[in-house]
C-alpha cells in the first residue's frame, strides 16, 4: 500500500517542469494553438479554432517543425488531430517532446 501512495505521489509530481509550446494551426488562416499532448499518431491542440472534421491541416511547432494532419474531433477544450505514423510523424513527436522537456524555467 505504501508502494502505490509513493507511485501516485511521484506521477503528480511529473508535470510541473513540462511546459506547453506554443504551435501555429493553418486551417485556413493561421491560428495560435498550445499543444497539450503529442505522440508519433496525433495531437491534442487546446485552441479557439474549430476546423470541420476531416479537414486536411497543417501544423507548426517553433522546434519540430511543420506536419499535416487530419481534425479527428473538436471539443469546448481544442481539437484532436491525426499523423500518419511514418518516421517524420515521430520525429515531430520526439522534437516536441524534447523542447517541452528542455528549458523548463523558461
Do not use: Y
Amino acid at each position: 500500500m505504501g508502494v502505490r501512495a509513493h507511485f501516485v505521489g511521484a506521477t503528480a509530481m511529473a508535470s510541473p517542469w513540462r511546459k506547453r509550446r506554443m504551435c501555429v494551426l493553418l486551417a485556413g488562416q493561421p491560428v495560435s494553438a498550445s499543444l497539450r499532448e503529442v505522440s508519433a499518431t496525433g495531437a491534442f491542440l487546446e485552441t479557439n479554432a474549430r476546423p470541420a472534421l476531416g479537414l486536411r491541416v497543417e501544423l507548426r511547432h517553433p522546434e519540430a517543425g511543420p506536419i499535416t494532419a487530419v481534425v479527428q474531433s473538436v471539443s469546448c477544450e481544442g481539437i484532436s488531430l491525426r499523423f500518419d505514423l511514418t518516421e517524420k510523424s515521430v520525429a515531430f513527436a520526439l522534437a516536441a517532446i524534447t523542447a517541452d522537456m528542455s528549458n523548463p524555467a523558461a
